[in-house]
T-cell receptor, first 112, second 116 residues
Framework: GEDVEQSLFLSVREGDSSVINCTYT??????LYWYKQEPGAGLQLLTY?????DMKQDQRLTVLLNKKDKHLSLRIADTQTGDSAIYFC????????????FGGGTRVLVKP | GAVVSQHPSRVICKSGTSVKIECRSL??????MFWYRQFPKKSLMLMAT?????????EQGVEKDKFLINHASLTLSTLTVTSAHPEDSSFYIC????????????FGPGTRLTVL
């Protein structure tokens, strides 16, 4: 079955790096995603990685994928107060019509 | 690009009435749209997958007669909550996927439904 897990909360100081972790159980996923949700808003796609890649970097964001351990992480460099939000990892399965399975979300609080 | 809108953003209705929520992809054609429900401080729960021109596919436990979905065009899907009850109060979010699908789903801003 599909199961995606994340830690609930992360506190980080402004300017430091944040690392948000995610584990999943189904290794047949096609893509893995990171979404950001600010209070009362929808989800914003931050970045995604194809399941046969190990790493993807996009400006301040670095995604690492360890398929052997079924572990996905998102590193945010030089974290800013505007990065405070809930971050969801998700996996999709092309064979299932690209439906997304979400983790429970990690609430990131950036302290000045 | 890849903007998805939802209307209304917030609605309050009386118990027993029906509420329609619209989801539009503004700058791309969405062959597939998804409807989610999010409870406070919880993750998103997929309710149904909506494909243009065909019947929606509902997830287990979601009543299709209560949550009517229509995907009449490549840019519009609607969710109608029929005979709403207080327990239907929630944050409803739609997403749209382009024809390729690999870019992931683009989410609308959500609709906060409160049933009195």
């Amino acid at each position: 079955g599909e199961d995606v897990e994340q830690s609930l909360f992360l506190s980080v100081r402004e300017g430091d790096s944040s690392v948000i972790n995610c584990t999943y159980t189904d290794s047949s996923s096609t893509y893995l995603y990171w979404y950001k949700q600010e209070p009362g808003a929808g989800l914003q796609l931050l970045t995604y990685i194809f399941s046969n890649m190990d790493m993807k970097q996009d400006q301040r964001l670095t995604v690492l994928l360890n398929k052997k351990d079924k572990h996905l992480s998102l590193r945010i460099a030089d974290t800013q107060t505007g990065d405070s939000a809930i971050y969801f990892c998700a996996e999709s399965f092309q064979a299932a019509g690209n439906k997304l399975t979400f983790g429970g979300g990690t609430r990131v609080l950036v302290k000045p | 690009g890849a903007v998805v809108s939802q209307h209304p953003s917030r609605v309050i209705c009386k118990s027993g009435t029906s509420v329609k929520i619209e989801c539009r992809s503004l700058d791309f054609q969405a062959t597939t749209m998804f409807w989610y429900r999010q409870f406070p401080k919880k993750s998103l729960m997929l309710m149904a997958t909506s494909n243009e021109g065909s019947k929606a596919t509902y997830e287990q436990g979601v009543e299709k007669d209560k949550f009517l979905i229509n995907h009449a065009s490549l840019t519009l899907s609607t969710l109608t909550v029929t005979s709403a009850h207080p327990e239907d109060s929630s944050f409803y979010i739609c997403s749209a996927q382009d024809s390729w699908g690999g870019n992931g789903q683009f989410f609308g801003p959500g609709t906060r439904l409160t049933v009195l």
